[in-house]
Each structure stands twice: as C-alpha cells, then as structure tokens.
C-alpha cells in the first residue's frame, strides 16, 4: 500500500487525471464485458467446444462469412480496449506478452464463468480470439505512444 502511495506521489496532476479516467472507463468496460458475456444470459446448459479454431473451419465450410467473420471478429475485439488500456494503468503491461496473459486470463475466466454457470458455451476459439484482441490492443498503444506522441516504450 506504501509503494502505491509513493508511485501517486510521483504522478503529475494531469497523469492523475488521465489514470483516474482510464481506471474509470476500465471498470465500466469490464462491467459492460461481463454483461454481455454473463450477466444477461439466462442460465441453461453447460457446453463447450475444445477443438481449436473450429469456427474458422465452420465458416470455410458453410459459406456464411458474415455470420462467423462477426463471430471471429467479435471475440477480436472484445478484448482490444483491455491490451490498450492496461498500459496506460501500469508500466508492467507495455509489452506484448503481459497483454497476451492479461487477456488469456480475463478471457479464461469469462469462458469458465460461462460454462460454470450454464450462461454461454465455453470456446477454446474465445480465449485464442480474445487473446490475440488484447494483443492487438497492446500494439496499438505502443504504436500511438510511440509513434504519434514520440515517447519511448518496448514492445517485447
């Protein structure tokens, strides 16, 4: 608790506000993540589909690439705006493995949670998705960081 003090101490007034808006809109996001992913699905079946990359090979298959592109791209998504705002939140999160476990391990959860409770179907295709989103997400950051504002940052 100390070195979190000490760490506040040392942030200027306008990182303050940008971390405090930040750790606001992160905590909104989150709520809105697991409410579309928990919250409001009615409980039913457990389910789950382990094979890896299954609805990739149910979109080649079946032709409907808008249904499973929106599927795909869905999950990509989803968890974008988690690798993009961890960073700002903290230095630890400014390199592409960080992201990727941050998003393995949120998506882990969302996806036990769903099959825990009956209130979606667990997809190892959701995790790798979700994953590469948060990946995705983390690149992001440091390319506008980096780039755009010309600060210094690694990208492991």
């Known amino acids: 608790m100390l070195r979190l003090k000490n760490r506040i101490k040392r942030l200027s007034r306008s990182e303050l506000v940008i971390k405090g808006m930040c750790l606001f809109t992160l905590a909104l996001y989150l709520y809105c993540v697991l409410s579309i ?24 298959q079946s032709g409907n690439y808008t249904y499973w592109s929106g599927q795909i791209g869905g999950n990509l998504i989803m968890l974008l705006p988690l690798g993009f705002m961890l960073p700002i939140m903290s230095e630890k999160f400014r390199n592409i493995r960080a992201a990727a476990v941050a998003g393995f391990v949120f998506s882990l959860f969302i996806e036990f949670s769903q099959y825990y409770t009956g209130r979606g179907l667990f997809e190892s295709d959701d995790i790798i998705h979700n994953t590469i989103g948060a990946c995705i997400g983390c690149i992001m950051y440091v390319f506008i960081f980096e780039k755009l504002l010309g600060k210094e940052s690694e990208l492991d």
């Not at 992913?37 to 382990?50: N, Q």
Request: overall charge positive.
């Open 37 to 60: 992913t928990l919250i409001d699905r009615t409980s039913g079946m457990r389910r789950h589909v382990l094979r890896p990359m299954w609805e990739l090979s149910a979109m080649l």
